[in-house]
């Protein structure tokens, strides 16, 4: 239960601050990085393949991590796990400028990741519990406009940082930021909600969740390259397929599920999911497939081709908060389907 009787009625403002400039680090880190993926492939003497994986180390360690570091800031509150995630990730960037190679940068990465993690979880729902309903929209709102600012100004930063000074500064930028965000966070947040020690971690869902998520990328990434026969790309393939059963059969049986499968018989949730997921694949692929198109076939610098993917993200900016007032007015499923 939330206690907001007793705090300064700025907190909600000072929590909102924390929060943002966690997510405009978090956004600004995966897209500078996109830009600079084709010098750190030169540089580091890095494969398409590792390079590919580099980045989806981030990702997919924070998509196997955020719903269990939910969880975790239930039970033991918000406040500690999020200043850890500011800590971490600002560490990690520190070490990853330092990476002597691909590798060393692909685990460096994963670590990042968990700190990323800590973050985007958390800031959430500790903008939730310190504002009042009735403002809550307001204040989520002023978040997706960070994360949109972050996408925004993350390939022209990652180009101007790569073009002006060298490769290091895309992670080293996170350290001054970081570090002003975790001080600010540690000394602005407060536990306000009661901690929920009545919860348990679901570990082995943990696990086959990872398990199936992991061995359907490898598969995916490795066919291309080592074909659909390879030994590992049919032992990967395997795994996460029984990885998936496995997690599948135990979500619907676990007292305390990672992830409530009855949500997906609510139609809207479930298509909603499902759009998420194809617009994300989509998105994605077309920006890395730009990145590597203006730097390599065009032959444009850093900058150039971190402005030239700016318009999608200005697009995607002013389109959100627009779509979001229609879709109160109009509904979503039109807005949706077009």
Same mark, same amino acid.
């Given at each position: 239960?939330?206690?907001?009787?007793?705090?300064?009625?700025?907190?909600?403002?000072?929590?909102?601050?924390?929060?943002?400039?966690?997510?405009?680090?978090?956004?600004?880190?995966?897209?500078?990085?996109?830009?600079?993926?084709?010098?750190?492939?030169?540089?580091?003497?890095?494969?398409?393949?590792?390079?590919?994986?580099?980045?989806?180390?981030?990702?997919?360690?924070?998509?196997?991590?955020?719903?269990?570091?939910?969880?975790?800031?239930?039970?033991?509150?918000?406040?500690?796990?999020?200043?850890?995630?500011?800590?971490?990730?600002?560490?990690?960037?520190?070490?990853?400028?330092?990476?002597?190679?691909?590798?060393?940068?692909?685990?460096?990465?994963?670590?990042?990741?968990?700190?990323?993690?800590?973050?985007?979880?958390?800031?959430?729902?500790?903008?939730?519990?310190?504002?009042?309903?009735?403002?809550?929209?307001?204040?989520?709102?002023?978040?997706?406009?960070?994360?949109?600012?972050?996408?925004?100004?993350?390939?022209?930063?990652?180009?101007?940082?790569?073009?002006?000074?060298?490769?290091?500064?895309?992670?080293?930028?996170?350290?001054?930021?970081?570090?002003?965000?975790?001080?600010?966070?540690?000394?602005?947040?407060? @536990?306000?909600?009661?901690?929920?020690?009545?919860?348990?971690? @679901?570990?082995?869902?943990?696990?086959?969740?990872?398990?199936?998520?992991?061995?359907?990328?490898?598969?995916?990434?490795?066919?291309?390259?080592?074909?659909? !026969?390879?030994?590992?790309?049919?032992?990967?393939?395997?795994?996460?397929?029984?990885?998936?059963?496995?997690?599948?059969?135990?979500?619907?049986?676990? !007292?305390?599920?990672?992830?409530?499968?009855?949500?997906?018989?609510?139609?809207?949730?479930?298509?909603?999911?499902?759009?998420?997921?194809?617009?994300?694949?989509?998105?994605?692929?077309?920006?890395?497939?730009?990145?590597?198109?203006?730097?390599?076939?065009?032959?444009?610098?850093?900058?150039?081709?971190?402005?030239?993917?700016?318009?999608?993200?200005?697009?995607?900016?002013?389109?959100?908060?627009?779509?979001?007032?229609?879709? @109160?007015?109009?509904?979503?499923?039109?807005?949706?389907?077009?």
């Amino acid at each position: 239960m939330a206690v907001r009787g007793v705090l300064p009625t700025h907190y909600k403002w000072w929590a909102l601050s924390a929060t943002s400039l966690g997510m405009f680090m978090a956004m600004v880190n995966g897209t500078t990085l996109l830009v600079a993926l084709p010098t750190l492939i030169r540089v580091l003497h890095m494969s398409s393949l590792l390079a590919i994986w580099v980045m989806l180390a981030y990702m997919v360690t924070q998509t196997i991590l955020v719903l269990t570091v939910g969880r975790f800031s239930d039970m033991y509150g918000r406040k500690r796990w999020y200043v850890a995630g500011f800590a971490l990730f600002t560490a990690a960037s520190l070490a990853a400028g330092f990476s002597p190679n691909g590798q060393t940068l692909l685990v460096i990465r994963a670590i990042q990741a968990v700190g990323g993690s800590l973050v985007m979880g958390n800031a959430t729902a500790i903008v939730a519990d310190a504002f009042p309903r009735e403002q809550l929209g307001l204040a989520l709102g002023i978040n997706s406009i960070v994360i949109a600012l972050g996408q925004i100004s993350g390939p022209i930063l990652g180009g101007l940082l790569v073009s002006w000074i060298n490769w290091h500064w895309v992670f080293w930028f996170n350290v001054p930021v970081g570090v002003i965000g975790t001080v600010w966070s540690w000394r602005q947040l407060r @536990d306000i909600t009661k901690p929920q020690r009545n919860q348990s971690i @679901d570990y082995w869902g943990n696990f086959t969740y990872m398990l199936s998520l992991l061995g359907i990328l490898i598969a995916i990434t490795w066919g291309g390259i080592r074909g659909w !026969s390879s030994p590992v790309v049919y032992t990967a393939l395997v795994t996460g397929g029984l990885g998936f059963y496995v997690f599948l059969r135990w979500e619907r049986v676990v !007292s305390q599920p990672l992830l409530k499968l009855q949500l997906f018989r609510n139609r809207a949730f479930a298509m909603g999911n499902l759009s998420n997921f194809f617009i994300a694949v989509g998105r994605g692929a077309i920006i890395l497939l730009f990145i590597f198109y203006f730097q390599g076939a065009r032959g444009e610098n850093a900058l150039q081709a971190g402005i030239s993917v700016i318009p999608m993200a200005v697009a995607m900016g002013i389109t959100a908060p627009i779509s979001g007032w229609l879709a @109160d007015r109009m509904g979503a499923r039109i807005l949706a389907t077009v």
